[in-house]
Structure formats: C-alpha cells, structure tokens
C-alpha cells in the first residue's frame, strides 16, 4: 500500500510564504512524477506544478515564477515553495504521485494525499 501524507500548510498573508512537503510511504521502487493540485473552495480541483523522476518540471500560468517545485527521488518526497502569496492561492492543495511501482511488482496509475490547507488573507 502506498500512502502520501502532505504537510506544511496553514495561514499566511498576501505577500508572504509558504513550503508544503509530502512523502511517500510504502514499499515503493518507483514513482514516475510527482506533483501539486489544489482545490478552492467551490471550485475544481486544479493542477499547480508537477515534476518528473527526471526532474522536468511544469506549472500552471497562475503560479509561474511565484512558486517552485522540487523532488527527492531518494525519500520519495515533493516539494513546494511558495512565495508572494495572493489570496487566490487559498484552497487545499494535494499531492499527487502517478505511475508508483511497489517492489512486489504491485502498480498504481495514480494516487492522492489527503491535503492540507493552505489560506491567504490579505
């Protein structure tokens, strides 16, 4: 079984900064990319930033240049900086692992932290 447990969230200003983290737990001998999705309230759920196993990175236009995502292949372990906050950015954000391989040969497409919420007031 493979869990993602996220962490770092909580209440920040407009302007201020934040780093959430999240590792993967699990008898794992691979996972292909990792990555960052947040959800705001009443909205769908949206991706943020990814980042391969190789370490090529994506984000969404909203978050480009504000915020930085980077991997620990090693602990299995994503994570995001994020700096000049807007109160936009307010929502839960949930990691995301795709591709994860267990060592007994078990394989999962996709799979979900619980989340942590993160809220910017201006």
């Known amino acids: 079984q493979v869990q993602l447990v996220e962490s770092g969230g909580g209440l920040v200003q407009t302007g201020g900064s934040l780093r959430l983290s999240c590792a993967a737990s699990?008898?794992?001998?691979?996972?292909?990319?990792m990555g960052w999705y947040r959800q705001a309230p009443g909205k769908q759920r949206e991706m943020v930033a990814g980042?391969?196993?190789?370490?090529?990175?994506v984000y969404s236009d909203s978050v480009k240049g504000r915020f930085t995502i980077s991997g620990d292949n090693a602990r299995k372990a994503v994570y995001l900086a994020m700096d000049s906050l807007k109160s936009e950015d307010t929502g839960v954000y949930y990691c995301?692992?795709?591709?994860?391989?267990?060592?007994?040969?078990?394989?999962?497409?996709?799979?979900w932290g619980q989340g942590t919420l993160v809220t910017v007031s201006s």
């Open positions: 995301n692992a795709v591709r994860v391989t267990l060592v007994d040969g078990t394989s999962y497409s996709e799979v």
């Open positions: 699990g008898s794992i001998s691979s996972i292909n990319g």
């Open positions: 980042i391969t196993s190789g370490g090529s990175t």
